[in-house]
Nanobody, 127 residues
């Protein structure tokens, strides 16, 4: 079993930055594929970014490319999402997720392919 605790959300103005963190426990972190998703009320959970065990394979949703950066510190069991140039459309609850294995690019964006989830952290961006 893996426990994920995500944090770092808040209320900011358009153009500001936030850095989300997710701390994992329960399994060796360097064997977990990690990802961030986001969700607004009434919509499906949306893929944001994925990072492989080693950090070498990274995917982003087109909507965040060039603005968001995912990275991980395996020594701290933590994955991060640096969000720059925030827009009101980025407002959502952000969820950290994990899978004890590897994902191909074809499935990395699918929420159903991740087993473990954090509790979510709210990000609100005002114009």
């Amino acid at each position: 079993q893996v426990q994920l605790v995500d944090s770092g959300g808040g209320s900011v103005q358009a153009g500001d930055s936030l850095r989300l963190s997710c701390v994992a426990s329960g399994r060796p972190f360097d064997m977990l594929t990690m990802a961030w998703f986001r969700q607004v009320p009434g919509k499906e959970r949306e893929f944001v970014a994925h990072i492989s065990w080693t950090g070498r394979t990274i995917y982003y949703a087109d909507s965040v490319k060039g603005r968001f950066t995912i990275d991980r510190d395996n020594a701290k069991n933590t994955v991060y999402l640096q969000m720059d140039g925030l827009k009101p459309d980025d407002s959502a609850v952000y969820y950290c997720s994990a899978f004890a294995g590897l994902h191909t690019e074809e499935v990395a964006h699918m929420s159903a392919k991740y087993t473990y989830w954090g509790q979510g952290t709210q990000v609100t961006v005002s114009s």
